[in-house]
């Protein structure tokens, strides 16, 4: 897998084909400007690439964990114990 260089100004007017094809091919692509290296675009990983939702991280949860009680009862509230200034 080698990589590629373009001028900064084609990487500018040509951003979006430039991100299908590094997402296509999986290879980088070196931006230069003035023919000195400035940033390379480079493909993300199939295994990074997968966006994780909260159902994902739960289920994670669970598996290490167990399950999580879905209905649950809350502790008794206490009396407001510390008095409001603005009710002089």
């Known amino acids: ?8 100004f084609e990487a500018k007017t040509k951003f979006s084909e430039i991100c299908e ?17 400035l940033v ?4 993300i990983p199939a295994a990074k690439a997968r ?6 991280h739960r289920a994670e ?3 290490k964990h167990g399950l999580i009680a879905e209905h649950f009862a ?8 510390w008095r409001n200034p603005l009710d002089d």
Do not use: Y
Not at 25 to 37: M, N
Not at 40 to 43: A, G, K, N, S, V
């Open 1 to 8: 897998m080698g990589m590629n260089a373009i001028g900064i």
């Open 40 to 43: 390379t675009i480079e493909p």
């Open 61 to 63: 949860f669970e598996k």
């Open 21 to 37: 094809r590094v997402a296509a091919k999986g290879v980088a692509i070196l931006v230069t400007r003035r023919g000195k290296p």
């Open 74 to 81: 809350l502790p008794p509230r206490e009396k407001q114990t």
């Open 51 to 56: 966006k994780v939702s909260v159902w994902d």
